[in-house]
């Protein structure tokens, strides 16, 4: 192999406006294939393999109407608990709505208040959309006996001692969950120690079965749910320990004809010293009953960022309940049925509930005041986020009838211009225009054209602004990542001493066998095959004869990966057929059989591909394409792909990606590492710029560019760490990061552990070159890293450099480049010296690589591009700019590079040549 380094290239006097100019010449050429094996066997795995875990992801029972089926599902979306986690749905949250549904009702909840600690807005009660059926079944197989939905006076229940209060129990007083509509009887007033009984009317036992739900204590001689015939218990059923309710079943065919009546008894003081019960339903069947109306759920259709649900009553009746992301209203298109709203509707079409206003909408149909609760028959039922002005309703009634029927995000990575374009558009049931909420992200710093109608929300994600409109245009800035710096040429950095660095990880990893050099699933696998290719980049930039092992084990592992052998256990991707459509990678980890944190895992690999690929176009050509489609994976930028759903792991509206393989029935879907999301769009980005795939690159490129944005604004607040009228957090929020930001609430913790490196340092991680967002808000990256060390430090005061370790140290160090560059020099050298433990080859001198090109050629300066994608422009502290340019196409190629929208130098690159052009 040759390497043929050069410390210059002289430029051809037509180019760089035509004057000759020195540059620094860091990659060179293509390398042969000659010495290497092609790899063997299928690219992928046909099927998926026999494990647990994926037999039980194809054994959900999925809820799709037909126009749907047979699309590839959108697995880590906001909203996919619809898909198959039960009948029902979990919490799905819009912004500002949070919409679910079970048996009984539609529920929406409208939180706008932040709770005592700052993660999350308190929910509440929710709204209740009830269905009525105008031409019920006169002989159900079911009827609900007791439902607990108003007070006990009412309801007709003797009352004794103080446990049970004047009426049932709302899950605001007594958070439980599995209970049907908005209340249950609970002997929680006073907590464990209070005391007493709750007896029902009798009733006639004219059915085979009666079905309840119970929660509480286990304890049967102090507490429990009794049937009495004649005054005496006959039956007994108590909790588990828990607040969740669960169902029990009574066989009462030995007691047909007789009157019964229910008490829920609770001489308890002790730990879950308490009972509660809910939805008494008498049955002629053994098994579960509805639990009210509606049978189940299921998924009509969805959007790009809205979605459409079907509840379903009988054959040919059901109601389709449509909401979106930043949607400021929730319709209801009810088919041969009729809606209670609790509460008694305005005329100015507001309603007052439970201390929120909304408004409630009925255009082409009718509302009708009943006692307690509004009627309403007709179309669609619109029901819309008033928050403290109710002249609002005004405006959300003229856009009532406006349905989404599609919405669609499409992008376009303008060059030139330095810049993510991206459109919006929303097809209406009537054409008319909609009302759209958008959120911190996309208007901070973004060039839009909204048309704002003065309406904004408080939400978990800041100040949501809402516009009109079917279409909808915002640019992000992209000013471009690199895959590679080049070696300062100055006396601060010591080749050598990066040079033994790498040398002392590579020999330890290179010793091993070829089965123990790597993870052997797809995270710790991708993660130890990124450092193997980014240790041979810098070998080859050092002319190391190390080089060319490295490149021999980066090239193996990468080929293994993308390639399957029959019988094979580890090191390959399987196809998963539909409805689970998809490319997974084997052995998994932490839940990816069933895509959870799939882009985390895959990003690694996708960059692998692109740092070895670029030097060798044949190889690239044989590989690249295996690994676009595991890219597409995760990133799927085609609109309908059989293969894949589009965008699967981010949810373009929120401007993040999702690593929950499918929502949580409570929670949300949530995303721990930012950082490796945005590894995972730095590494399409680079792969489809070594293969000269534009559409990979410039879905690369928006996710780039989109997600560093929304890490500033919703992981870090870089804009209101210092301005609490920027800020998107509650002031009651004393953490200084988010290291797990989920659907429901935000918090400083980890999945895997809660010390304070872990918590911020899983937000710095993998170190490379892509990482130079961080400058783009130096002052605060270096108050978040100060912040760690002195939480990580505890009752000892802020850790030094010298007490970090060798691990999550260097992550810190490495993240400390893109900040104080300086500084960190100084720290790794006297590491170096004294032998500290962040000296440490672990991670084959990467943090030594960053800091010193930072140091040189200086942060990222968001005032600056070039035209070529593969290129950055830095800005040292006294204002002078170095602009490095990668060219890694196999032709000359013009570039222009821009300050401040100014073109300020042209020239042209030859093919694989990396410079550092300095800029006046």
């Given at each position: ?339 209670r709203i609790p509460g008694i509707v305005k005329p100015n079409g507001s309603l007052e509930y439970h201390g929120k206003t909304f408004g409630v909408h009925a255009p082409g ?431 000892k005061g802020k850790m030094t450099w010298e007490e970090i370790d060798g691990d999550w140290g260097q992550v810190t160090a490495a993240y400390a480049a893109f900040c104080q ?100």
């Amino acid at each position: 192999m040759k390497f043929g380094f050069g410390d210059s290239f002289p430029v051809p006097s037509n180019c760089l406006l035509g004057v000759k100019i020195k540059m620094k010449l860091v990659f060179p050429l293509v390398v042969s294939l000659s010495f290497f094996a092609s790899a063997a066997g299928a690219p992928f795995k046909d099927s998926p393999p026999d494990r647990d875990q994926v037999k039980k992801l194809f054994a959900k029972e999925v809820h799709l109407e037909e126009a749907v089926k047979g699309r590839p599902l959108p697995t880590n979306d906001w909203w996919t608990s619809l898909l198959a986690t039960s009948p029902f749905p979990g919490r799905m949250y819009a912004y500002p709505f949070t919409i679910s549904a079970d048996a009984s009702a539609v529920k929406i909840w409208y939180p706008n208040e932040w709770n005592e600690t700052g993660t999350e807005m308190i929910a509440g009660d929710p709204l209740l959309i009830e269905p009525i059926d105008p031409s019920p079944d006169p002989n159900p197989e079911e009827r609900v006996l007791f439902d607990f939905e108003s007070d006990w006076a009412t309801l007709g229940w003797k009352i004794e001692g103080n446990a049970f209060g004047k009426s049932p129990m709302t899950n605001a007083q007594h958070g439980s969950r599995g209970f049907v509509g908005s209340r249950f009887a609970a002997s929680f007033y006073g907590r464990d120690g209070s005391l007493g009984s709750a007896t029902s009317p009798k009733f006639a036992i004219d059915k085979n079965y009666l079905h309840f739900k119970v929660a509480g204590g286990s304890d049967k001689s102090i507490l429990g749910v009794h049937l009495l015939i004649d005054g005496e218990s006959v039956l007994q059923e108590v909790g588990k320990n828990d607040n969740d309710f669960t169902w029990r079943k009574w066989d009462l065919r030995k007691y047909k004809g007789k009157k019964g009546q229910i008490r829920l008894r609770d001489e308890s003081k002790g730990g879950w010293g308490f009972v509660s019960a809910d939805h008494f339903v008498q049955s002629d069947k053994d098994s579960k009953p509805k639990s009210g109306p509606f049978s189940h759920a299921s998924t009509l259709g969805w959007g790009d960022w809205h979605v459409a649900m079907r509840l379903h009553l009988s054959t040919f009746k059901n109601a389709d309940v449509t909401f979106g992301r930043g949607m400021p209203c929730v319709w209801i298109e009810p088919n041969g049925l009729d809606l209670r709203i609790p509460g008694i509707v305005k005329p100015n079409g507001s309603l007052e509930y439970h201390g929120k206003t909304f408004g409630v909408h009925a255009p082409g149909g009718s509302l009708s005041a009943k006692d307690g609760f509004t009627l309403f028959s007709g179309p669609v039922l619109a029901i819309s986020a008033l928050g403290k002005d109710p002249t609002q309703a005004a405006t959300f009634a003229r856009h009532a009838a406006a349905i989404p029927r599609d919405t669609r995000f499409e992008w376009k990575h303008d060059r030139a211009g330095g810049r993510v374009d991206t459109t919006w558009e929303i097809k209406t049931s009537n054409g008319a225009p909609a009302l759209q909420g958008w959120i911190p992200h996309h208007y901070r710093k973004t060039t839009h054209d909204f048309k704002a109608v003065g309406i904004e929300y408080g939400t978990r994600r800041g100040k949501m602004i809402v516009a009109q409109g079917n279409r909808f245009a915002i640019s992000w800035p992209f000013t471009g990542i690199i895959p590679v710096f080049p070696l300062p040429k100055d006396g601060k950095f010591k080749p050598e001493v990066l040079s033994g660095l790498i040398d002392r990880w590579a020999k330890g990893m290179l010793a091993k066998k070829d089965k123990d050099r790597q993870g052997a699933d797809t995270y710790w696998g991708g993660k130890s095959m990124l450092k193997t290719c980014q240790a041979f980049n810098m070998a080859w930039q050092l002319k190391l004869p190390l080089a060319k092992e490295l490149y021999a084990e980066a090239r193996r592992i990468t080929a293994d990966w993308l390639s399957y052998e029959t019988g094979e256990k580890a090191f390959y991707y399987a196809r998963y057929p539909l409805p689970w459509s998809g490319l997974v990678g084997f052995n998994s980890s932490y839940g990816s059989e069933q895509f959870t944190d799939n882009h985390f895992h895959y990003g690694y690999l996708a960059m692998s591909v692109a740092l070895v690929g670029m030097h060798d176009p044949a190889w690239l050509a044989k590989y690249g394409p295996l690994a676009r489609e595991v890219v597409k994976q995760y990133a799927e930028w085609e609109r309908d792909s059989p293969l894949y759903p589009r965008l699967r792991t981010f949810e373009c509206w929120a401007g993040h990606s999702y690593a929950g393989g499918m929502s949580s029935g409570y929670d949300g879907n949530n995303q721990e590492s930012s950082s490796e999301a945005v590894g995972s769009w730095a590494g399409a980005f680079f792969l489809g710029a070594a293969m000269g795939d534009e559409d990979m690159m410039a879905t690369g490129a928006m996710g780039y560019a989109i997600e560093t944005e929304a890490v500033h604004e919703y992981w870090n607040n870089a804009y209101g760490w210092k301005n609490p009228g920027q800020s998107n957090w509650s002031p009651n929020y004393k953490p200084t990061i988010c290291s797990v930001m989920r659907d429901r609430d935000m918090g400083a913790w980890t999945w895997f552990s809660g010390e304070p490196i872990h918590i911020y340092g899983i937000q710095w991680l993998p170190a490379w070159t892509h990482m130079n967002y961080f400058g783009a808000h130096k002052e605060h990256s270096v108050f978040q890293l100060n912040q760690m060390l002195t939480r990580q430090g505890k009752d000892k005061g802020k850790m030094t450099w010298e007490e970090i370790d060798g691990d999550w140290g260097q992550v810190t160090a490495a993240y400390a480049a893109f900040c104080q560059p300086e500084e960190i020099c100084r720290v790794l050298d006297e590491a170096m010296e004294k032998k500290w433990r962040i000296s440490s080859p672990k991670h084959a001198g990467i943090p030594y690589y960053l800091s010193h090109a930072s140091r040189a050629y200086g942060l990222i300066d968001v005032e600056s591009h070039t035209d070529l994608p593969t290129s950055v422009v830095l800005k040292k502290p006294d204002g002078s700019r170095t602009a490095l340019v990668y060219n890694l196409s196999k032709s000359t190629v013009p570039v222009r590079i821009f300050v401040k929208g100014k073109e300020v130098l042209k020239g042209s690159l030859p093919a694989k040549v990396l410079m550092a052009v300095p800029l006046k």
